[in-house]
């Protein structure tokens, strides 16, 4: 198996980590026993970051051991909603621009979801204008909800216009959640509550109708969608029982989300399954969650192969779906 083009990666920049780390960022953090600095988020665990990071030269090598060419990096959450706007903005770019430079030392193997400065639009707005032109810049970085804010808040419209008139794609990963009363213990953020944000993400964009109001947007959900592939049918139940799940859409939402696509980033085979039974293989695209889970790259590419078992399906996710949406070609190596 060789040619994945993995679209769920994640680099940090010592900018990053170090802004996580102020006093004024709005974060608390701590150093985990095995190394890893943990970044809490309303006392609520929001990231592991391993550490230290893995150079370049590691993530190639890894990336050459497990069959991937290509892969797009995004800084997961927090992301830089909660900062202080004074130094948001200026942050921001040196992130978007650090992982550009990673992009062309790679020799455009790794690409980047760019990351934007909000809550504030305007703002966000003239980065998106910066920093689409940069090298290897793959699309947008958003996360469930943007400083307590979920995505289909009215205040994002302009953005949203942009991003569908640009036709991005928009890479939705999950945060901790605006209410993080029983999550804080036990590290439930992570563990549990992430696919619930993604999953009410999605529904809230499914039955706000944002999803058809901006079709430009190429929309990528992590983690398989959270638990969407188990109730789907359920969101399906409601367009026909509550009149204000069908006042803003004309379609069943299972069929809204055709539309969508959401990266295959589980161990679990039976959750691998139940997505592709749920969404088809037209609609998955490969994720590692690179260097987050233990085991790295090849647990997530062997479960992959595992739960899918179709090769021919298993093309489509791991390389021509993913080929598509990034603009690669497949015969030629990456290019834009």
Sequence with gaps: MTGFIDLHAHDYPDAYLA?????????????????????????????????????????????????????VLSISAPNVYRFPRPWRVSLTRDLNDDLAATSVSSNMRLRSFVSLPLPDVEAALAELERSMALPGTAGVMLT??????????PSFAPLFEELSRRGCVVFVHPTTACCTEGIRDYALALAIDYLSETTLCVSRLVYSGTLTTYPGIRWVFAHLG?????????????????????????????????????????????????????????????????PHVPGGMPRLRDALADGVGDPSQLETITRHGPAALLGVSLENGPSR
């Design 19 to 71: 802004a996580c780390r102020r006093k004024d960022s709005g974060m608390e953090t701590y150093v985990r026993d095995d190394g890893r600095l943990i970044v809490l988020q309303d006392g609520a665990v929001a990231l592991a970051v391993p550490q230290p990071m893995p150079r370049l030269e590691q993530r190639l090598e890894a990336m050459d051991e497990s069959g991937i060419s290509v892969q």
């Design 226 to 290: 959270g638990t969407l592939p188990f109730i789907l049918h359920r969101l399906d139940n409601y367009y026909h029982q509550f009149p204000e799940c069908r006042a803003k859409i004309a379609e069943l939402p299972s069929s809204l989300l055709r539309r969508a696509y959401f990266d295959t980033v589980s161990t679990h085979l039976p959750a691998i399954r139940c997505a592709l039974e749920t969404f088809g293989a037209e609609q998955l695209v490969f994720g590692t969650d690179y």
């Design 144 to 153: 469930t909800t943007i400083d307590r804010r979920p995505l289909d808040d």
